[in-house]
């Protein structure tokens, strides 16, 4: 996920439990540069058989422990799912609730990592009509829905902060219904409004929508690219492998990003662990560089 010049690669010798992260050396750089990954990671009361939570819950630590992003998005995560995932988010700030408010029901909200970014503000906005309200489902939505948002301060190497918006960014997290299709048209035109008059933006997570569908087109409509077709457009792999598909299905996850953004790598991780999908979803990974505005 991470350039060499940034970060070396390491190797993920144990993945017999959830267990802490090793410890990374931290790399100077001297570009706004930030490592995102968005992870549907599957509820864990689903009746999965070999696939269950407990058969996987070791190999989605693994790869959020290999690949290290400093902003997560994590969607379908119930509280114990993220509990047995302690150890492995240790190094990480949880923003925002369940989409059933507080703790009740599946989390699709961000973790940031404590040492690679500086959060600066967050928040969160059900994806309904009434935004402000806790649970809220909109539209034909089969479920509540929503997104959690962070303004964070990307580190470029400099010793001083020349400006109170100095480079920052705002990044979403999110999961669109997967029934409504109007709910998922109206959720991202809602996201884009919502991101106007902001930061430059990055919305990660399971849009349920493939990249040419009405809701991706809402993004682009307002200038806003997935990065891995950027990155990769040869790329046909998908990301709902459904626990079934090696080309991963549909691809329904995805990083978009903002015009000031620059890809420098972008991932559809389609690891197998002896026979064993970490998750019935391939999470996906961004490396974003963050532009000078225009004129400066």
């Given at each position: 996920m991470i350039p060499a010049l940034l970060r070396p690669w390491f190797l993920v010798l144990g993945l017999s439990a959830c267990a802490s992260p090793e410890v990374q050396e931290v790399q100077p750089r001297n570009l706004p540069i930030v490592e995102l990954m968005t992870f549907n990671i599957r509820y864990g009361t689903a009746r999965d058989g070999d696939f269950s939570w407990p058969a996987r819950c070791q190999h989605v630590a693994a790869v959020i422990r290999r690949e290290y992003p400093e902003v997560l998005a994590i969607q379908e995560g119930l509280a114990f799912q993220l509990e047995d995932l302690a150890d492995v988010l240790a190094d990480y700030t949880k923003l925002g609730q369940h989409r059933d408010g507080g703790m009740r029901g599946e989390f699709?909200?961000?973790?940031?990592?404590?040492?690679?970014?500086?959060?600066?503000?967050?928040?969160?906005?059900?994806?309904?009509?009434?935004?402000?309200?806790?649970?809220?489902?909109?539209?034909?939505?089969?479920?509540?829905?929503?997104?959690?948002?962070?303004?964070?301060?990307?580190?470029?190497?400099?010793?001083?902060?020349?400006t109170e918006h100095h480079n920052v960014v705002r990044i979403y997290g999110t999961h669109f219904d997967h029934r409504g299709e109007q709910a998922r048209l109206e959720s991202a035109k809602l996201l884009v409004e919502h991101a106007k008059g902001g930061p430059p933006a990055v919305f990660l997570g399971d849009f349920n929508a493939i990249e040419t569908s009405a809701p991706m087109m809402a993004f682009v409509a307002d200038s806003y690219a997935s990065a891995v077709a950027t990155w990769d457009p040869q790329n046909t792999l998908g990301t709902f492998n459904g626990f079934k598909r090696a080309d991963g299905g549909r691809r329904i996850d995805h990083v978009i990003y903002a015009p000031r953004f620059l890809v420098h790598d972008a991932h559809i991780l389609d690891d197998c662990f002896d026979g064993i999908w970490p998750s019935d979803h391939f999470p996906v990974t961004a490396v974003l560089e963050l532009l000078p505005a225009p004129g400066l």
């Open positions: 699709s909200g961000l973790y940031v990592r404590k040492d690679a970014v500086q959060l600066l503000d967050s928040g969160e906005l059900w994806l309904s009509p009434t935004p402000e309200q806790v649970g809220s489902k909109g539209w034909d939505a089969a479920l509540p829905r929503m997104a959690v948002w962070a303004d964070v301060r990307l580190d470029d190497g400099s010793s001083h902060q020349s």
